[in-house]
């Protein structure tokens, strides 16, 4: 069976996300909106800055009144949150960063310029342009002007945006409810003592802890093992879920029986990758609800999940462009053997070039913990020290 490239994985996930739609809308106090994706868009009400005011702490003038070395008289004194008298004519006003603009005034000297005389006037060293250190009204945001398009995430800088412009109360998607398998007759969780053959459950604490991070609402379906009658009996429990996240079983050993159910009883999307790691994970519906079977090495369950998972969950989330931000880097080492499936390898940033870390096998969770994200080896090609390959840097994959 041939293997489905990557690209059109992508677009099937889409497709079913754009299908399902997004969660509903809820009504949020933006004290509580970190991390949710905007439902409606934020269009400002107000003019910002309202009026015309200082960008330095120095000296307001009326521009065509200023000849160096002729002195002007300090009229007023104008600090922030105070509205200041227009200009006397003649004159200059004292003014800190923030404070208003007196009305006739449309320049102001920083303080660092002016010489006062014995008499406390202010001498200019050089003729002031119109507009210098003149924050104009409206420059910020005006009355009906769009802010923040729907389908943005609220992070820190959304919210600082949101707050400048008054707002209290923001539309939001709902998160998505996901649920996390992990399964393997070799799993035993942290806490418990390890008998020979068995290994510690990792993916759990990664699926889990980049999940909430993603601001999905997290429900622990546990660790099964590897029985079908306990895996269908734990699915058929599930309810009020939009996603199953799992991790392990999809492969074609003969002790994968998830993805045998979810291929026998389920509508498989795709399950058969041109992807390195993560050729096996599955994609579709079991009983009305969406599944993403991720395969059970650590880095695959990784890259699956923040290639393929993060997509879909997040679109699904009302977050409109989902494509992770990635950019070509050179790249210090060589790859001679091309290989028939897209590749990601853990690299990390080192004297401005990507770095490859010694040990790529999907096992080995260490490489994701040295790396500072992932590299794309697009399939069928090779490279050489100083080519330039799409880097994904994990502060945007794993935030
Ligand atoms: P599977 O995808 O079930 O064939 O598992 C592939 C490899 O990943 C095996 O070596 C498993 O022991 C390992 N593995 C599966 N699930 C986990 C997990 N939750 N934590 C750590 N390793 C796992
Ligand atoms: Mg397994």
Redesign the pocket.
Known sequence: MALMPLDQALQRLLQQADQLGPTPVETLAAEAALGRILASPLIAEQTLPPWPNSAMDGYAVRSAEVVPGQPLPVSQKVFAGQMPAALQPGSCARIFTGAPLPEGADAVEMQENVQLDAEGRVLFAQAIPAGRFVRPAGEEAQPGQLKLEAGVRLGPVELAQAASLGVTQLQVHRPLRVAVL???D??VEPGQPLQPGQ?Y????ALMIHWLRRMGCEVLDAGCLPDDPQQIRQQLAALEDIDLLLS?????V?EA?YLGQLLREEGEVNFWRLALKPGKPMTFGRYRGMSFIGL????VSTLVTMTILARPWILRRMGMRDVAPLCFPVPVDFAISQAGSRREFLRVGWRHGRAQLYDNQCS?ILSSAAWADGLLELPEGSTCQPGDLLNFYPFSELLA
């Not at 459950?201 to 759990?204: A, L, M, V």
């Not at 991790?247 to 492969?251: D, I, Y």
């Open positions: 992990s399964t393997g070799e799993l290994i459950n990792s993916n759990r991790s392990g079983g999809v492969s050993g994968d395969p059970g090495n650590p096992g």
